[in-house]
């Protein structure tokens, strides 16, 4: 699902606790400008949300509010809301912490909205998710 560069990133990445916290606020920093000027959205912000992500050596929080901005970036990147939207779909049901299966379902939901047909293909996930 991931590109050979965000691959490489996650593989680098190493993110403490103690810059959690700073990576969070510019994560989030990132996510509002792409909401506000969706062609400011660069390849390299886009590879570096997806390896953090895909990283299970990732702060919880921060895979979290990751999850918030891919869901921003693929509201405006029909592309890559299509490759993504199973990995989404995917965290639902096995991330391990509800923070991230939270905020993958609002990721999703959004996605709905505005891309129905990529979404549809993952609808016996989100029946599983019903369930619960």
Known sequence: MLTNQAEEVARGLRVSDSLAGTAVSALTTGGEVVALS???A???LKNIVQA???SD???HVLRGHAMIVIGQLCLHDKALAK???AALALEVTTAPNPV???NAVIALTDLCIRFVPFVLSCQRI???VCLF
């Open 126 to 128: 989100f029946e599983t």
């Open 42 to 44: 660069s390849q390299a």
């Open 57 to 59: 050596m990732i702060p």
């Open 38 to 40: 969706p062609t400011s």
């Open 83 to 85: 490759r993504l939207v």
């Open 52 to 54: 953090l992500i895909a």
């Open 100 to 102: 991230i299966r939270n």
